[in-house]
């Protein structure tokens, strides 16, 4: 119906602010393909009608039609609008409009759906920040979405579908950004700082020319990613240490960067030197130092770290803990960073004393010691099950249940001792080996023990690694055939019994060998306990002296009766400690007169039994007695002068033992030395013996040929008696494998007579063979062993040496010291007193004993070349100062040949010094190992060599360091003085003497060859 007339529906569209749209002067209007669009259509005259239809239809033809939602709205001003709601889909232009009620005049909408404006391409370029050392990275995509180190700058070049009317940059938490768009309109550019290690997003408010906007813009992910610090690990040493302040750690680790290390370092941490005051008052301070590691090449992702650190650098004292770890340093500059630091796990070093860590080394030496005993008395049972097993299989030919029992468990138990000896860290070869690189990494010298550590290990060595994995497989054969056995598989009884055999022979050598380290090491306890019990004696015995000689300055210039109570009763403590010391020696003597072995004569046996009567000769016990009686009387100089006494004779028995020492490792050497020759002439009479068996091929009747097979047989027999005696000798003086290849050729010489006896010629020359092999291997076993025993010979007689002469020096200190006190009383009061001419003779007479002291060490020492020299140079001096001495001189002249004489002397204690450690042999090709080894060869240089070259690299120092100042004199244009040209003519002679001396050794070294050759095998 056309007509007017009073209605009460007018119909209009809202927009989706609420704003009604003007038909007549927007007749179409433009939207975004595929954005949300909403239509309110509201009753301009009052209420909506109960029902409002629309009707929709597409330029295509399409159309539809229905019913729409009524709801209650309100606009941005809180004013409700009942309105009904149409959302028709924007994917293609299309006519809308709605009726209802009595209005069906509303006019249809044109709506002209576009594509709204979008992103086309986003070429993005990402610049890492300038430490990275990376280029710039370009990519192109339809998509924003970027990820970028932290620091990285960010270029986004953007191109539209359309040209533009405004573009606008949103983010995440920050204020939009009006963008400049280019001449075209359809390109504009965004950068900014990636400033975080996090996720956050952007997105872009895009208007077409002609204002059209998408309603939700599409958001694109911007992902910081962090430049993470060094990673770093320590991975040796693998917990906290206790070592000595001259310990070399090998330290290693790795460290890693995601973008490159620019330095590695040791970091450690020492107390800092604060005085007793600030001590009290503020806490313990930490200093850290650091030592540089690398990377070789700033940049590298990662870096293997291997160093060692010498702790001897640092002079820390005992007590000291030191915390150290390794750190890493990357580029990074952000934010005024001087890089990311990475740190490894830290470690703490426990500084002790040397005594205190040898004395931690004596307790894990010990346990190893017990442990080895524990494994001897396993393998002695296991041992005697298998002799039973062999008993009832070679009479019977079966096992019982319960002895196939008894086998299976037999096999586990030895497999279990296998392990305990020689597999993993835990093992006593695994605790073997670390106690070794222990002592060497804390530069602790105790040659026995690293000599005994050594022995045990070459003797357990081929026992883990050979003797007993056989012995294992032996077993299981055994069992196997035991097994086959009960259920009739064809198995040769026999070869059960070999298998047996084979087994049980290598659990008798492994006893054998277990039982002789288990003699050894009664004996090295011994040895251990004795030194440690005189050592403990000793620092008893001086510092008791030391207490006496501090309560004498208050008592002795008094009458006992004078005394107060407090001074007596210092007395009385000293004199009841000096009685307790007594006791101790004479609980030392009666033990060592009980355990000394009677029956064993060797030098350390004889060490511990002479010890006993020297203790009981010397009267030490009875001299302590009276020293404590002294005390008592507060007769401070008679107790003090007893007391010095008892310290030196202790030193003195000290020296002693050291010396038996040395003399037993000369006799090992001799004893090796008539071995070595004992067993070339055996290898000569064989390889002779075969030769003559040679000849009886083939066989003949001849009555002649009978005779002389006869004769061979009969030397046959002899020899192998001669090398299975000489296989026991060998075994009794603990060379086991050495032993037992003399007793294997033993063998293959009684089967060499047996085959002649039985006219196998052929075999017996097989036989023969195999025994001169044998042979060989004695003689470079016997060999080595002479090298080792020469080694360990040169390092007790060093030992015996310095200890005498760490003793001279002691003595001798103490002479120059006295000697300088006497001459400051003497300087001060202008002349002698009556007490002091009797101290400066006394003097005299100390400095001439210990003139006499050293030249008796000078001819111990007369055939090591430097090492002689240097104690006959020192006691020309002292014998010069107790000279001047006599003279009632004790000016610059007496003491200047003191310390010359004290400085020789360290000279020789430095020199005894061994290096910390050597370098591996380098390896070998495949045609150097394929050389044949040479027998007897010379060890190189020895320890009293090396000793040697460092004492005379020191006296030539020394020479040429006073040289140098004297010609620096006479450079300068100054008269030299009479002591100065006194001076030169002793540089002189010692530096001719030092040359000539030289010369003899180097002369000797060359002539010092193999004398020691083995016998070639004459092929017949």
């Not at 299309?94 to 070429?123: C, I, K, T, Y």
């Not at 883990?464 to 198995?491: H, I, K, M, Y």
């Not at 009969?714 to 000798?729: M, S």
Request: glycine residues 4%.
């Amino acid at each position: 119906l056309d007509m007017d007339w009073p209605r009460r529906t007018t119909l209009v569209y809202l927009n989706r602010e609420f704003v009604p749209i003007d038909t007549l002067r927007e007749p179409a209007m433009r939207t975004g393909q595929g954005e949300p669009l909403t239509i309110y259509i509201e009753n301009r005259s009052g209420r909506l009608p109960a029902k409002v239809f629309f009707e929709r239809k597409t330029l295509n033809g399409e159309r539809e039609q229905g019913e729409l939602r009524q709801t209650t709205l309100n606009d941005a001003q809180g004013r409700p609008h009942q309105v009904a709601v149409a959302s028709p889909p924007s994917l293609a232009s299309f006519e809308f409009r709605a009726h209802g009620g009595d209005d069906g005049r509303a006019p249809w909408l044109m709506f002209n759906v576009v594509p709204p404006p979008r992103v086309q391409s986003f070429e993005i370029t990402l610049t890492p920040p300038r430490y990275a050392g990376r280029p710039p990275e370009t990519s192109t995509s339809g998509v924003g979405h970027l990820q970028g180190l932290v620091g990285s700058q960010v270029h986004i070049k953007c191109r539209t579908t359309t040209p533009l009317q405004s573009a606008i940059l949103k983010k995440d938490n920050e204020p939009r950004q009006t963008l400049t768009l280019s001449e075209n309109r359809q390109e504009f550019v965004l950068d900014w700082t990636i400033t975080a290690a996090e996720r956050s997003t952007y997105w872009l408010d895009l208007a077409d020319s002609l204002g059209l906007r998408v309603s939700n813009p599409p958001r694109y992910e911007i992902r910081g990613v962090a430049d993470q610090e060094p990673v770093v690990s320590l991975l040796l040493p693998t917990s906290d240490l206790r070592v000595t302040a001259n310990a070399e750690i090998s330290i290693t680790g790795e460290a890693r960067d995601d973008l490159g290390l620019q330095t590695t370092e040791m970091v450690y941490e020492l107390p800092s030197t604060v005085s007793t005051t600030e001590l009290a008052n503020t806490p313990l301070k930490l200093d850290q130092h650091s030592i540089p590691l690398g990377p070789p090449q700033p940049g590298n992702l990662e870096q293997a770290i291997q160093t060692t650190w010498k702790l001897s650098e640092l002079n820390l004292p005992a007590g000291t803990q030191v915390r150290f770890w390794l750190q890493a340093r990357d580029a990074c500059d952000l934010h005024g960073m001087n890089g990311q630091i990475g740190r490894s796990a830290v470690r703490v070093l426990s500084i002790l004393t040397p005594e205190e860590k040898q004395q931690e080394f004596s307790g894990q030496q010990n346990q190893i010691a017990e442990r080895l005993n524990q494994l001897r008395d396993k393998q002695a049972t296991l041992e005697q099950s298998t002799r039973e097993i062999i008993e009832q299989w070679k009479s019977i030919g079966s096992l019982r249940p319960a002895e196939i029992h008894e086998l299976e468990d037999l096999q586990t138990k030895q497999k279990e001792l296998s392990h305990e000896m020689g597999q993993g860290t835990n093992s006593v070869l695994g605790e073997l080996k670390a106690l070794q690189q222990a002592r060497t990494t804390n530069q602790l010298s105790d040659p026995q023990s690293s000599e005994s550590l050594t022995r045990w290990e070459a003797t357990l060595t081929p026992l883990a690694e050979e003797v007993l994995p056989a012995v294992l497989a032996q077993l299981d054969a055994t069992r196997q055939g035991v097994v086959q056995s009960a259920t009739n598989q064809p198995r040769s009884k026999e070869q059960t019994a070999a298998a047996l055999d084979q087994a049980h022979a290598g659990q008798v050598r492994t006893l054998d060998d277990l039982s002789q380290l288990s003699s050894e090491l009664a004996q090295w306890r011994r040895d251990e306990d004795l030194d440690k019990r005189l050592d403990d004696i000793a620092r008893r015995q001086a510092e008791l002296r030391e207490q006496s000689l501090s309560i004498g300055q208050q008592t002795s210039a008094k009458a006992l009766a004078e005394l107060s109570s407090q001074e007596q009763a210092d007395l009385s403590r000293a004199a009841d400690r000096q009685i307790s010391l007594a006791r101790d020696v004479e609980h030392l003597s009666s033990q060592l007169e009980a355990t000394s072995p009677k029956s064993e004569q060797s030098p350390n046996n004889f060490a511990v039994a002479t010890t006993a009567k020297q203790l009981a000769d010397l009267s030490v016990a009875a001299t302590m007695r009276n020293a404590s009686e002294a005390l008592r009387q507060n007769h401070i100089q008679s107790a003090t002068d007893a007391q010095q006494k008892l310290i030196d004779t202790l030193e003195q028995l000290k020296i002693g033992i050291e010396r038996q020492r040395a003399e037993s490792a000369r006799g090992d050497l001799e004893t090796l030395r008539k071995s070595i020759q004992e067993t070339e002439e055996l290898a000569r009479r064989q390889s002779e013996l075969r030769r003559r068996t040679a000849s009886l091929v083939p066989p003949s009747a001849d009555s002649q040929r009978a005779a002389e097979a006869i004769e061979t047989q009969k030397l046959q027999q002899e020899l192998a008696d001669q090398t299975l005696e000489l296989a026991q000798r060998l075994r009794l003086e603990q060379k086991s494998s050495t032993s037992t290849a003399a007793r294997r050729a033993g063998e293959r010489m009684r089967e060499a007579h047996e085959s002649l006896e039985q006219e196998e010629v052929t075999e017996s020359l097989e036989r023969q063979s195999e025994a001169l092999d044998e042979l060989r291997d004695v003689q470079d076993s016997l060999g080595e062993a002479f090298k080792e025993a020469s080694v360990r010979a040169d390092q007790e007689r060093i030992n015996a040496a310095g200890q005498l002469i760490v003793a001279l020096r002691a003595r001798a200190q103490s002479t120059h010291e006295e000697t300088v006190r006497l001459e400051q009383l003497r300087t001060t009061q202008g002349k002698w007193t009556r007490s002091q001419l009797k101290s400066i003779q006394q003097t005299a007479d100390s400095q001439r004993d210990i003139a006499q002291s050293c030249e008796q060490a000078g001819k111990q020492l007369g055939s090591i070349g430097i090492l002689g020299l240097c104690i006959d140079l020192a006691t020309e001096h002292f014998k010069t100062a107790a000279t001047q001495l006599d003279e009632r001189n004790a000016g610059s002249q007496p003491q200047t040949q003191q310390v010359a004489g004290i400085q020789l002397l360290d000279q020789f204690i430095a020199s005894l010094s061994s290096p910390s450690s050597q370098s591996p042999p380098p390896e070998q090709n495949g045609a150097e190992q394929e050389q044949p080894k040479l027998r007897n060869q010379s060890p190189g240089a020895s320890p009293l060599m090396a000793a040697e070259v460092r004492l005379l690299l020191k006296m030539q120092e020394d020479v040429l360091a006073r040289t140098r100042v004297l010609a620096d004199l006479k450079s300068s244009g100054q008269s030299l003085t009479n002591e100065q040209i006194s001076e030169l003519h002793q540089l002189r002679d010692r530096q001719k003497r030092l040359v000539q001396t030289a010369r003899a050794m180097i002369g000797h070294e060359k002539s010092t060859g193999d004398t020691l050759s083995p016998v070639e095998e004459d092929q017949p």
